[in-house]
């Protein structure tokens, strides 16, 4: 029967296997996994950073405007297990003298543009441990694209705006998320047995809280940052 | 009569109330942030040079550059200063800016700063701040002295690093800048807001500064500024028996893109002395370039002219040489964090009327941190 079989059969059954390892390694918590979702709540006033460009020829053109803090807060499981990952593409933009959004997640292997939307240069770079990189002062429309191949935090600051931070917290594995504008998250397929999670934000911290995920059976964890509730 | 000592105390109070008061930061809605009424970043260097025959002395500088917002577009501005000097080991306290600064921001944006302020002559005064510079040392306008300009005058400088008492009014677009500003200080004669007297303070003379600059592109931008005011007050020299006044040009170009930022300053002096004018001009050349993430280098070549007093029988028969410092300074930098960099730099400096060239080497580590 082998003997019959035409060069696209095998393929196919060689395809079909890779498939299926793959599957089995991309969601290593699949079996026997559940979703832990919840809400994130900032429970203190935050601040951001404001210009001081008190050592300039020319006044201020920008006035911070307010930022939804929930943005840039990263939820995500602690001590997981590494693997089931693909690259992805994300974006911090560089508008009105800030980092938009000033937090991102994103897996190994991942690229993040930046983009500058400001009618003058920001110069972008990291000193970072899991990434290093500076890319330059560049005009307003052009964009540049760094590749994180390491986990890790790496804090991102423009060369030119003292003021202007941004995080990209790089995962080896596939459970974390970005909470929506009311605060809420969802992490699918989480492998079962005791778990920590944590949310974190780039100025109050990381908040860890334990969690026992039990298969099939959703499990609710709520977030006041930067005091757990437990 | 309040000695500088209890003036220095009670400014120090009343910048720790208003640095307590605008802490008192209104409710937000805590899911938004806002921007902060308090802004404070500060910077400590510690440089060593060692001269060609092994001589080392060490410098420090230590300061804070805090802004307060008091709402309604108006702040406050004041950046305490600590240096303990390389060459004497004296220590020197200033507080080296303190304005009261209302800024509109807009597609053309108004500042008006009032108090002691940031010197509106030139580029190189805005770079005075250890992690602001490329190189280790500081452009030779702002600190070495020019060979006497009057018989029997003080001594000056091309371009004194200084923040004097004043006010200054700027309008500004992505593509333009103006400014004009009144303060007491002559650019060629250093102020010290606190001064034991030792050396004494320079008497206080009206400038009057207009400026502006052009950014045809960005990344690029052309400036220039005009000053004219006292410099000699009648007095101080056996020939001055009236105030003189002087004209203070510059012209400076600011250049970057990529990881390449280049710099360049023109400076003219014109002094008012009995026989005339004498006139001093220097310029500077300074560039930085980004090797790595972590490495750069940077350079400054200068040069400064002025007229020297060779002989003076009389004082209206003075007889003048021209002679030149001029000075070269390459940089090595290392950034080991976002806030610390090391730097090790080799500079060169041929004195007024000296024919070789002084050779040093330094070493220098900045810290700089945003607090706030």
Redesign the interface.
């Known amino acids: 029967m082998l003997a019959v079989m035409t060069a696209p059969r095998w393929l196919a059954l060689g395809a079909g296997l890779v498939g299926c390892l793959l599957a089995v390694q991309e969601a290593p918590g699949a079996q026997g996994g559940a979703s832990v979702r919840g809400r994130v ?12 460009n ?11 405007a ?5 943005h840039n807060v990263i939820v995500y499981l602690k001590d997981a297990p590494a693997g089931g990952i693909s690259p992805a593409r994300a974006e911090i933009r560089q508008v009105n003298e800030t980092f938009v959004p000033r937090a991102v997640a994103v897996t190994v292997g991942s690229e993040v543009s930046f983009p500058n939307g400001d ?3 920001h110069n972008v ?3 970072s441990r899991a990434r ?3 890319l ?5 429309g052009q964009t540049r694209t760094v590749r994180f191949d390491r986990a890790g935090l790496v ?1 991102v ?1 423009c060369q030119i705006h ?2 202007m931070s941004a995080s990209v917290m790089v995962f080896d594995h596939p459970w974390f998320a970005v909470p929506d504008e009311n ?1 809420m998250f969802d992490l699918k397929n989480v492998p079962s047995g005791a778990r920590r999670l944590a949310a974190w934000h780039e100025r109050l911290g990381e908040t860890s809280v334990s969690v026992r995920v039990e298969p099939g059976r959703p499990a609710i964890v709520d977030f006041v940052l930067p005091v757990p509730q437990q | 009569m309040i000695s500088p000592v209890r003036r220095h105390t009670r400014l120090v109070i009343a910048l720790a109330w208003i640095t307590f008061h605008g802490l008192q ?1 209104d ?11 308090v ?1 404070v ?1 500060s910077s400590a260097a510690v440089d060593t040079t060692v001269n060609e025959g092994g001589e080392a002395v060490s410098g420090l500088t230590v300061d804070a ?1 805090v ?1 307060i ?1 008091l709402g309604r577009n108006v702040q406050i ?1 004041t ?1 305490p200063f600590l240096q303990r000097l390389a060459a004497s080991g004296e220590w020197n306290a200033q507080l080296w ?1 303190a304005a009261l600064r209302y ?5 053309v ?3 008006v700063d009032a108090g002691y302020i ?1 010197s509106p002559v030139g ?1 190189a005064n ?4 250890p992690h ?1 510079n490329p190189t280790i040392a500081l452009p030779a306008s702002l600190f070495s002295s020019l060979p006497l300009v009057d018989v029997g005058g003080p001594r000056t400088t091309l371009l004194g690093a200084m923040y004097p008492l004043g006010i200054s009014a ?5 593509t333009w ?1 103006v ?1 004009a500003s009144v303060m007491d200080t002559s650019p060629a004669r250093t102020r010290r807001v606190f001064s034991d007297g030792s050396p004494p303070n320079p008497p206080r003379f009206a400038q009057f500064v207009l ?1 502006g ?1 052009v950014t045809p592109f ?2 690029i ?1 052309v ?1 220039a500024s005009v000053t004219r005011g006292g410099w000699e007050r009648a007095g101080e020299s056996p020939s001055a028996r009236a105030p003189r006044t002087a004209i203070f040009a510059t012209v400076e170009a600011d250049v ?4 390449t930022r280049v710099q360049a300053e023109w400076t003219r002096d014109s002094f008012a002395v009995n026989t005339g004018h004498v006139v001093a001009r220097g310029a500077f050349l300074q560039g930085q370039q ?1 090797l ?3 490495w750069f280098v940077a350079g400054r070549v200068e040069r400064l002219v002025s007229p020297a007093i060779l002989a003076a029988p009389d004082v209206l028969n003075v007889v003048r040489r021209t002679q030149h410092l001029q000075g070269f300074e390459e940089t090595l930098g290392y ?4 806030e610390l960099t090391l730097r090790a730099s080799h500079r060169m400096r041929r004195l007024f009327g000296r024919d070789d060239y002084d050779h040093v080497g330094a070493v220098s580590v900045v810290w700089w941190r ?1 607090w ?1």
């Open positions: 709540t900032i429970g203190i006033p935050v601040t951001t950073r404001r210009p001081a008190t050592y300039s020829r020319g006044a201020q053109r920008i006035a911070l307010p930022v939804s803090e929930l009618p003058f240069f770079f990291s000193l290093t990189f500076d330059g002062r560049y005009p307003s804090r600051f003292s003021h605060g | 930061h409710a937000v809605a805590a899911q938004d942030s806002r921007p902060s009424r802004a970043d550059l802004s917002d501005v950046r800016l800024e509109r921001t807009g597609d944006a108004v500042r940031p580029m805005l770079q005075l701040r602001t700027t309008v500004s677009s992505l800048d400014r400026g600059g960005v990344g931008r400036g970057s893109r990529g990881h980004t790595s993430p972590r950034r080991l964090t976002p945003r706030i």
